[in-house]
């Protein structure tokens, strides 16, 4: 009798302490809603102060859509906040906000109006042509952009395809965790 009374006080102590503990984790491993934003901010850290250093006419930001500037895994359709607040900060500094995405070209309002919905005010969007590869969609967009005569002095993505190629000054990489968070 001793021992089963033991095994369930056990029992009942790991389920408290379970219960207490901070989610670190999602059912499809993925870490919690709250660690991942820690990451995020921590992969910000310094953006506004390296914007405001960076000013200068004809400059953009480049943002990435999905886990990126929405919270797409998280939150469908919700801001990311900590994008959201270098986007506009980029934007009182007279800075232009462009979206480069490797979302299908054809969806240009459908993810314009998702990103007014969420907050944003982007200028321009260019997304991937039919049959390009993600890498090589994003590279022609923000070299298409710089041959418009802006200077892209930020580029914010989680995945290595958001940096491929060059035709930014820094990039700032949010979380992807091995490419699970697409």
Known sequence: MRARSTAAAIGI???AVLALAPATASASGLPSYQQWQADVQKALTGVNEYLDGAR?????????IDNTA?????????ANKPVLDAAQHAQQLGMEVLIVSARAV???DSSMRQLS??????????LREHGEAKEDGKLRCRKEFTG?????????????????GG???RKFQLPD??????
Do not use: M, Q, W
């Open 70 to 78: 929405l919270e797409t895994h998280y939150h469908k359709g919700r």
């Open 56 to 64: 200068a006419e004809h400059t953009a930001i480049v943002l990435d």
């Open 167 to 169: 035709y930014f000054d």
């Open 13 to 15: 102590l790991g389920a």
């Open 106 to 108: 054809g969806g240009e």
């Open 177 to 182: 965790y091995g490419g699970e968070l697409s």
């Open 117 to 126: 919905d969420a907050g944003y005010r982007p200028d321009r969007i260019c």
């Open 148 to 164: 418009d005569g802006l200077k892209i002095t930020a580029n914010i993505g989680n995945r290595s395809t958001d940096f491929h």
